[in-house]
């Protein structure tokens, strides 16, 4: 025998449940409480620095088929590469933009939305930069984890060039399943795909 | 952060301890599971940051289901109890201000939601949600109603043991988690497919609360004890030394 090991164990996931929204969504799901508002709903305080975007998706399951009773969240960056966060240190995140959004998916389309900024470049544990990205967060009915992944954007080519996780991707062929696509001025798509040929990256952070 | 420096990023998620993405007994897992092995990476400034959330979000009855959606001078029906605990990281430190929701059916085992139809009614006083930030110590309590079990359709005749859902924050994205609490002694938890996605007894056990006669309030509320783990940081000499652990 050796000495023990005094560490905890992380508590088990358990599926968010197709009833997600009564907890993190209320007013969106009819229930009128906390003032009228769900948190995440809107990530400007303010007028924001930076370049104003509009985010879309649909998250599809392994028939194709758009999740319309999913939640999404958004973690990322403000214009400048900063978080708005109390852990950092690097400087003063945009005081008008909160970093964090959660979309419900619309009930029809499963369509979810996202208005907020292109985010700055954010060092690398190295410290090389990494390109643009937004960290997205998908639960769900039938999840039993919340899934992981990045948005990057395709119109970033030199920073994805040199980014050191998309760099680190041994098939290649997948990168553009992290790419958000521009469909207009400050207009982004971004589809995940579950399952299928499309699949998306998911990451283990 | 450089190799050298205070960061170390958080402890891997040990996936051998949480359910896998497929679990076909869990039939809406089968079309929902990445097929794909994930991509490993150790946590960046992306993970291991997350957004803030002020005391002052917190309204005075949103840890209080018996009364948040209740018209004045009423309360919600069903078995009043107290769920308490602590909100700790793996390293066994408490983890402050971080802010947890929860969700839950009314005491028929009904939810307040349109795509709901089971035939349990609902209760004109009960929402069925609430939410708090955690305590210095990573300590939380709030008041509800206990859940009633309900049928769903998986297999022929499914039934979720009664559970309070909780979505809970930490202090760095990477930590992020959705989990139910359960609740000690009900049969339905080893008849449960969405129990049954978890991988040993000791994880059901690490979901489910004991009743705690010392907490119970005489007349009042039962008191059920939930502690929630999220995950540990890499510790440095001087953070050990500095908290006197
Ligand atoms: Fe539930």
Redesign the pocket.
Known sequence: MVQKLEYLKESPSQTA?P?VHIGCMPNFSGIEIYGGSDLGRSMKTGPVKGEEITVTGIVHDGMGTPLRDAMIEIWQADAAGLYASANETRGKADPNFTGWGRSPGDPETGEFVFETVKPGRVPFRDGRLMAPHATLWIVARGINIGLQTRMYFEDEAEANAEDPILTRIEHQSRVPTLLARKTGEGAYRFDIHLQGPDETIFFDF | MTENGQNRGYIARDRDRQPDAYTPGYKTSVKRSPQAALLSFPTTLSEETSPVFGHGLIGKLDNDLIHNYAKPGESAIGPRIIVYGRLLDETGRGVPGALLEFW??NAGGR?RHKKEGYIAPLDPNFGGCGRLITGEDGSYEFRTIQPGPYPWPNGPNEW?PA?I?FSVFGHGFAQRLIT?MYFEGDPLIPLCPIVGVLKSQQAIDDLTAPLDMNRTLPMDARAYKFDIVLRGRRQTYFENRREGL
């Open positions: 449940g009833y | 839950q059916a939810y979720r559970h859902h139910q």
